[in-house]
């Protein structure tokens, strides 16, 4: 049985490797089209898993992927999966940090406001596999999702890692081997590449990444305009420190590599639907910081005695903003009944969990409160949705993308109306909304009619609460200070994440 397995992996591997080589087809859907959407459905096939393995990889770029064209060889593993599978080129987060995301990701339902919490009113992901005769697990390293905020609900094994980063893979591979002979939903949410940046030693390169847009430019401006000094050094701490972070996307992809390996040993692994995205992308210095948080955090520093330097002018990390570097994220599906195709039509993540369940057969009719559609199947409605308690963004199918300013956003971050053509303007730097009133409207009625269907606000009292409690969470993470502060560290070598 073993050696069948491997066997079968080596030929999946092989032929992962040949669709890699000739590339798979390109499908360019429009939800206006029931032609195009057909052949959606034709990627599917009878098949159905017995086994579900839902792998998030917290803070993770979709545009740092060798299978979303990256420069650099961070994730052969995921590569493979995406080249005998379906990748979705458009994946669109719920929002820019990890608690928003991960509840549309749980419950099928938007969010349009903040909320740290799953509601007890709706049900999860892992009730509805339960409650359909699958066995549930889950392994997460984030801890903000935990047992008081919900996400617990529906596993029949819950493992909590906040401190190790799901460093030792032997409760998750336990898990597998335990319940090989059973139908099984298994959730593992990795904290690499999140901040701070410290991979294990055993991917640690010293390969100095590159800047992406106008970091250069940024900087050369800041230090022009507002008096920074140290521009050569900082340049050079920021170019290691992108670096860092794909090094931890190395040390994360081979630890996707190692649960399909454990799938194999099983002998499940062909019988296994395996679905990898993130919560949300990272800005990796690629725009400026709200001024707004610059003052905050400087205040900070200043009670620490910390000097804010060139770096802290620019964005590293995530929230607050809806750029596609921050709600661009990878989603791959790979399993039974799948074949190799890139899709390009917008893909929300509210949509996840139907589509899921509907790939392992399970009967959505039964679950009418799920918001979303499926991937794969027809009447999906066009276009993604995205916020922060600072902006929303609509992105169409024709690929032009709004971002609309909230009450908070306006008058304490100074942001604008912004309309921006990706196709034309991938990193978001020509405001076009003055010269295109008519799109600016019709988008924002899309995210209005969105943002009504939307799960409500969490009210003060339980929001007080919950941030309360989640401020350890998020010291935790390496974010200093109150809120969701820039964490950028001066390299100080491995940290809990070190294997």
């Keep these: 049985m073993l050696e069948s397995s491997i066997a079968r992996l080596c030929a999946a591997l092989l032929s992962c490797w040949f669709a890699v080589s000739c590339g798979p087809a390109e499908v360019e859907t ?8 057909s052949e959606l459905v034709g990627i599917l096939s009878a098949d159905k898993p017995r086994h ?54 749980m419950v099928g339902q938007r969010l349009s ?22 066995r549930t697990g889950a392994f997460v390293a984030n801890p903000l999702l935990n047992e008081e905020n919900g996400f617990h609900r529906g596993f029949d094994h819950w493992h909590l890692d906040s401190q190790r980063a799901l460093n030792d893979l032997r409760p998750v591979q336990d898990w597998l081997r335990a319940e090989r002979d ?68 190395v040390s994360v992809d081979r630890k996707v590599g190692e649960l399909l390996a454990t ?18 992308g990272e800005c990796l210095w690629q725009r400026n910081e709200a001024d707004i948080a610059v003052a905050l955090q400087s205040k900070e520093r200043d009670k620490k005695g910390v000097e804010t330097r060139l ?34 039509r917008v893909a929300e993540s509210v949509s996840l969990p139907s589509t899921i369940l509907a790939l392992a057969g399970v009967d959505l009719r039964e679950f009418p409160a799920l918001e979303g559609g499926n991937y794969f199947g027809l009447g999906m409605p066009g276009g993604g949705y995205t916020m922060t308690d600072q902006g929303e963004a609509f992105i169409g199918e024709d690929n032009w993308k709004l971002i609309l300013p909230t009450d908070s956003g306006l008058t304490s971050f100074g942001m604008q109306v912004q309309l921006y053509n990706l196709s034309e303007d991938p990193e978001e730097l020509n405001n076009l909304a003055q010269a295109f009133p008519q799109r600016v ?33 998020l010291a935790g993470l390496g974010y200093t200070g109150g809120g969701f502060l820039d964490a950028a560290q001066e390299p100080t070598g491995s940290d809990s994440k070190e294997e």
């Design 52 to 105: 579900v393995l839902l792998i998030v990889i917290d803070t993770l770029r979709a545009d740092h992927l060798g299978c979303y064209g990256y420069w650099r060889d961070t994730s052969p593993h995921m590569d493979a999966l995406a080249a005998g599978g379906v990748r979705f080129n458009r994946a669109i987060a719920q929002s820019s940090w990890t608690s928003p995301s991960m509840i549309t990701m």
């Design 182 to 249: 059973n139908d099984t939903f298994t959730w593992v949410h990795f904290t690499d590449p999140h901040d701070p940046y410290n991979p294990p030693k055993s991917t640690m390169s010293g390969e100095i990444g590159r800047f992406h847009g106008q970091t250069e430019l940024l900087m050369r401006q800041a230090v022009e305009r507002e008096g920074y000094g140290g521009l050569e050094q900082q340049s050079r701490f920021i170019a290691e420190q992108i670096g860092r972070y794909d090094d931890e996307i």
């Design 263 to 280: 799938q194999a040993r099983t002998g499940n692994l062909d019988n296994t639907l395996v679905i990898v995205t993130s919560d949300h």
């Design 311 to 344: 770096k802290h002018r620019l964005k590293q990390t995530h929230g607050t903003f809806v750029y596609q570097e921050l709600v661009r994220v990878p989603l791959i599906f790979s399993g039974p009944g799948l074949s190799a195709e890139v899709i390009e």
């Design 30 to 37: 429009n939800p206006s089209d029931p032609g195009a959407e």
């Design 441 to 473: 409207a019709q988008f924002r009625a899309q995210i209005e009619e969105r943002r009504l269907r939307a799960l409500p606000l969490e009210s003060g009292d339980s929001w007080a609460e919950a941030a309360r409690k989640n401020a350890e969470a």
């Design 113 to 134: 406001a903040r909320r740290l919490a799953i509601p007890e009113d709706k049900p999860t992901l892992a009730e509805l596999f339960r409650d359909s005769g699958f």
